[in-house]
């Protein structure tokens, strides 16, 4: 729907073909968060309803739009400028603080923090760069954020219960896995057997001393993410 103020810019422009790019541009901007380069790529009810808003009765207009592309590049700028929308690149930084905070925070997964990361850039009129940039971005905070966890978790432990873990993964005489592997494979027997071997696992876990390990440098949302993790 467009109102006063954008019948106002659209106005501004001279000829259909260049009211209905313009406004076509805004919805598309509005709606995206980012510019098509080719218009012919917004659906024809979404360019029918434009051009009745606009009383423009050739739709066909569009194609000499098209055909010059300093104007839709002059129409990028202005609605840029009149809206206040904000490049990617400045505020580039200020995303990645929030996207770190975050995962820090709540450990959620990629798709999670894109999806956040695309609501925090539509909210403040950002224009949104390639998928592939963003996802990039997300993956390699998310990498430092996860290597950050371990860093710290890893400092927490007395060098008496570094060894016990390091011993996890030696492979003791006559068996063909590590300790670590051995406790990491789920019990699949639904049985008194398999609810007897669990409690033996559990116990073997408990005796490693590890439960005392103070964990007030994590995140509490963390620690419980980590917990269900190791149950399962």
């Not at 300093?70 to 929030?98: C, D, M, P, Q």
Request: with cysteine; glycine share 8%; charged share 30%.
């Amino acid at each position: 729907m467009l109102d006063d103020a954008d019948r106002l810019q659209i106005s501004k422009r001279r000829g259909e073909a260049n009211r209905l790019g313009f406004a076509l541009q805004l919805g598309v901007v509005r709606v995206l968060g980012t510019f098509l380069t080719d218009l012919n790529d917004v659906p024809v009810v979404a360019v029918d309803y434009v051009a009745d808003e606009l009383k423009i009765t050739d739709r066909s207009c569009l194609r000499a739009y098209a055909a010059r592309e300093k104007t839709r590049l002059e129409h990028e700028w202005e609605i840029t400028r009149v809206y206040g929308f904000v490049e990617f690149a400045s505020v580039e930084a200020e995303l990645t603080r929030w996207i770190d905070d975050r995962a820090w925070t709540t450990g959620e997964g990629p798709k999670a923090l894109f999806d956040g990361a695309v609501g925090w850039l539509r909210e403040r009129l950002v224009l949104l760069p390639g998928v592939s940039v963003l996802a990039r971005l997300v993956a390699r905070v998310r990498d430092e954020v996860m290597q950050r966890l371990w860093d710290v978790l890893a400092g927490m432990l007395t060098a008496r219960q570094a060894r016990l873990l390091k011993a996890l993964l030696e492979v003791p005489a006559g068996a063909r896995h590590a300790d670590l592997e051995r406790l990491r494979k789920g019990i699949t027997t639904v049985s008194g057997k398999g609810m007897v071997a669990a409690l033996d696992r559990v116990a073997e876990v408990a005796g490693l001393g590890l439960g005392a390990v103070a964990l007030d440098g994590v995140p509490q949302r963390r620690i419980v993410e980590l917990a269900r993790w190791g149950m399962a």
